[in-house]
């Protein structure tokens, strides 16, 4: 898939409709070169993994308390991510003391700007790095040290 200018943006996966009409799917370019790269220097495909649940906005998902509904007013206005449960105290984040309602707002230098920017640089971070992650807990910002886990390792157990 190539831009206006010939640049290349993302590696066509999927068309649906007649004859390369209708819509398309493509992995950006930036995703393809991670996988590329990891491939080339590994030949496997490692993701980082921290093993919490995070507020997606979703309104499929009603809310279950009032703190929950304060959050969903909270995490609409702030960058980074709110964490709604660390399912196990054996994850990357149990381990750490990641702990419910936590704000992720910075992760190993980099400013978190939603959920999805916080899940695309766990998945980039290499297993078993020990990174620093700023979070804001009950109004408070602390910073803990993070040993990230194996997503597919972790996924398993």
Do not use: C
């Amino acid at each position: 898939l190539v831009d206006s200018q010939g640049r290349v943006v993302g590696i066509n996966t999927q068309i649906f409709g007649d004859k390369f009409q209708g819509i398309s799917f493509a992995v950006p370019s930036a995703d393809a070169r991670f996988v590329f790269e990891q491939i080339i220097e590994k030949g496997e495909v490692r993701r980082g993994y921290l093993g919490v649940s995070l507020h997606t906005g979703d309104a499929r998902y009603p809310n279950r308390s009032v703190r929950d509904s304060i959050a969903k007013v909270a995490v609409s206005k702030m960058k980074g991510a709110l964490v709604v449960d660390v399912p196990s105290p054996s994850s990357a984040a149990g381990r750490a003391g990641v702990r419910r309602f936590d704000q992720i707002v910075e992760w190993d230098g980099h400013e978190v700007e939603h959920e999805q920017h916080l899940f695309a640089l766990i998945g980039r971070t290499s297993p078993d790095s020990e990174i620093a992650v700023k979070i804001i807990r009950d109004g408070r910002p602390i910073e803990l040290q993070i040993q990230v886990g194996d997503r597919e390792q972790d996924i398993r157990q």
